[in-house]
């Protein structure tokens, strides 16, 4: 593919995607690309599970058994995290009890108001309790400043504003066995 508007006095430059695969028609080579870019994914579902998220490799479980149950734990967190940064956008349209408990959900119910900010470009634009409005929230727990200019929040943000969910909805939770 060759860029179709370069800058001015700019060659326009060639994409190449490199494959193995036999292409013979353009919808095989989208086909190529669709799977280039599930590989993006991938990789965005397992960032969290290294160093700068769950740090699964400095684990020090000492049997198959259990390396398993805590890889399994770990991806079903770094899925979240997919979740979220796919939905961030509000694209999709789907609902934030798809990744959340009730709890979780009541946390970033109490949550909103004080996350929202006073301007209409510090308001969460997303319908609420949609997996987007979940994952701007989320976002700015994880510190990100929600401002439209911003850079979108990534998947370490998100992982570190799950961690403060999480926190939180376990604090909101025991209101019911605190004060009956």
């Given amino acids: 593919m060759t860029e179709p508007d370069p800058p001015q006095g700019s060659e326009p430059i060639t994409w190449r995607l490199l494959t ?3 292409v013979a028609n353009t919808d095989a080579a989208w086909q190529i690309v669709d799977w280039y870019w599930a590989r993006w994914i991938i990789e965005q579902l397992f960032r969290p599970l290294n160093k700068q998220g769950l740090r699964l490799e400095d684990s020090q479980v000492e049997t198959a058994e259990r390396l398993l149950k ?4 770990a991806t079903h967190a770094a899925a979240i995290t997919s979740q979220l940064l796919q939905a961030r956008d509000g694209r999709s349209g789907e609902p934030a009890s798809v990744a959340f408990t009730a709890d979780e959900l009541g946390t970033l119910d109490a949550l909103h108001t004080q996350y929202s900010g006073r ?3 510090q308001q969460n634009p997303h319908p609420r309790r949609s997996l987007a409005w979940a994952a701007w929230l989320i976002a700015r727990l994880g510190g990100w400043d929600g401002y439209p200019s911003s850079r979108p929040p990534g998947p370490i943000t998100l992982k570190i504003g799950v961690d403060k969910l999480r926190l939180l909805a376990q604090g909101w939770g025991l ?6």
């Fill in 20 to 22: 193995t695969h036999t």
């Fill in 70 to 73: 805590l890889v399994a734990f």
């Fill in 119 to 121: 301007t209409p470009r």
């Fill in 175 to 180: 209101r019911n066995v605190c004060m009956p």
